[in-house]
């Protein structure tokens, strides 16, 4: 099983595309997610959607807005208020996690490890086989 971040950008016509990449593939969209944490004393969001893994070549893609939106907890905001009515379209819930922020790793690739064994910890995504 090959579980991979695919980052699609921080700015408003990427969270644009996410959300569009849930609505299309509703049968496919596992979860949907929001990593919260801190990136230079601001508390910043995540937002992801996990797919279900490809039935072909064993693949699950989780496509992430890294650390572009303002955290929802601390202050209302529309970023965050379009991917709730997408989550609400497709029937998710939002899964909401605080997670070290990606500053603290020397490569995206070390942090983007760090999150997937979270959600294998805690079964969001299936373990290493």
Avoid at 52 to 57: D, L, R, V
Avoid at 83 to 95: G, N, P, S
């Amino acid at each position: 099983m090959i579980q991979r971040f695919i980052e699609l950008g921080e700015g408003l016509s990427d969270i644009y595309e996410l959300m569009e990449l849930a609505r299309y593939n509703k049968e496919r969209v596992q979860h949907m997610m929001a990593f919260h944490t801190i990136v230079k004393e601001r508390p910043v969001t995540s937002l992801c959607v996990v797919m279900k893994p490809t039935a072909e070549g064993k693949f699950q893609a989780i496509y992430v807005c890294r650390e572009g939106v303002p955290n929802p907890n601390m202050m209302e905001n529309k970023r965050y208020s379009l991917f709730q009515q997408t989550a609400e379209e497709v029937e998710k819930t939002i899964i909401q996690l605080d997670v070290k922020p990606s500053t603290l790793f020397p490569e995206k690739d070390l942090y983007y490890q760090h999150l997937i064994a979270i959600l294998r910890l805690n079964h969001y995504i299936l373990p290493l086989q």
